[in-house]
C-alpha cells in the first residue's frame, strides 16, 4: 500500500528555521513529481511547493518563493521542505502530496500533515 | 500566479443536487481536478481530467467544463457528502488549489 509519512513539524519562532521529510514506501518513489500542500487551521488547501521526478524545475508559491526550498533523495525515497525566515502565516499542517495522471486513470496519495506553528 | 475562485458555500437538501462552481482563467488551458475534504482527513479525488471519476467514487459526482469555468455536480447529495470541495489545476511547475467550498447538506 502506498504510504506518505511527514516528520519535523514542530513550534519555532518567528524568523526561525525548519526541515521537514516525507518517507515514502509502498510505489517507486523516483518515477513521480511530488508537492508539499499546507492547510492552516480552519483554512484552506495550499500549494506549497513542488518537483520533479529527477529534482529538477522546483516550483514554489509566492507566499514562500525565496524562503522555501523542496528538495529530494531518490535513493533515501526521501522528499524534503526546507523553511527558512518562517512567519506567523506560515503556521499550518504540511501535506506531502502525490497526484498524477496515468494512462490509466488518476494516483493521487497524501500524507496525514505534519503541524508547523509559528510563534513567539 | 493563478488563482481560482470558488463559493465559500453550497447548501442543499438530501437528495438534491448540489452544484459547484470554480473559476478561472487558466482554465481555458489545463484540466481540473475536484477534491473532497471531511474534517479531520486527508482531500480525496473526486474527479481528474475535468470529467473522469476514479474507480470507487459514487456516480452522483460529476464534472463539467465551459470555457473558463469548471463545475462539480453532486446528484441526489447525500447526508455524507457533507465536506469541503476544491478545484484544483497544474500548469508547468505550479500548482493551485481552489478557495474551496463548503456544501451542507440538510
Known amino acids: 500500500e502506498e504510504q506518505l509519512v511527514e516528520s519535523g513539524g514542530g513550534v519555532v519562532r518567528p524568523g526561525g528555521s525548519l526541515r521537514l521529510s516525507c518517507a515514502a514506501s509502498g510505489f517507486t518513489f523516483e518515477n513521480y513529481g511530488m508537492t508539499w500542500v499546507r492547510q492552516a487551521p480552519g483554512k484552506g488547501l495550499e500549494w506549497v511547493a513542488g518537483?520533479?521526478?529527477?529534482?529538477?524545475?522546483?516550483g514554489y508559491a509566492d507566499s514562500v518563493k525565496g524562503r522555501f526550498t523542496i528538495s529530494r533523495d531518490n535513493a533515501k525515497n526521501s522528499l524534503y521542505l526546507q523553511m527558512n525566515t518562517l512567519r506567523s502565516e506560515d503556521t499550518a499542517l504540511y501535506h506531502c502530496h502525490l497526484s498524477t495522471v496515468t494512462s490509466v486513470g488518476v494516483y493521487d496519495v497524501w500524507g496525514q500533515g505534519t503541524m508547523v506553528v509559528v510563534s513567539s | 500566479s493563478y488563482e481560482l475562485s470558488q463559493p465559500s458555500s453550497v447548501s442543499v437538501s438530501p437528495g438534491q443536487t448540489a452544484i459547484i462552481t470554480c473559476s478561472g482563467d487558466?482554465?481555458?488551458?489545463?484540466?481540473t481536478r475536484w477534491f473532497q475534504q471531511k474534517p479531520g482527513q486527508a482531500p480525496v479525488v473526486l474527479i481528474y481530467k475535468d470529467t473522469e471519476r476514479p474507480s470507487g467514487i459514487p456516480e452522483r459526482f460529476s464534472g463539467s467544463s465551459s470555457g473558463a469555468t469548471v463545475t462539480l455536480t453532486i446528484s441526489g447529495a447525500q447526508v455524507e457528502d457533507e465536506a469541503d470541495y476544491y478545484c484544483y489545476t497544474a500548469a508547468d511547475n505550479i500548482r493551485v488549489f481552489g478557495t474551496g467550498t463548503k456544501v451542507t447538506v440538510l
Open positions: 518537483i520533479n521526478w529527477n529534482g529538477g524545475s522546483p
Open positions: 487558466i482554465l481555458t488551458k489545463k484540466y
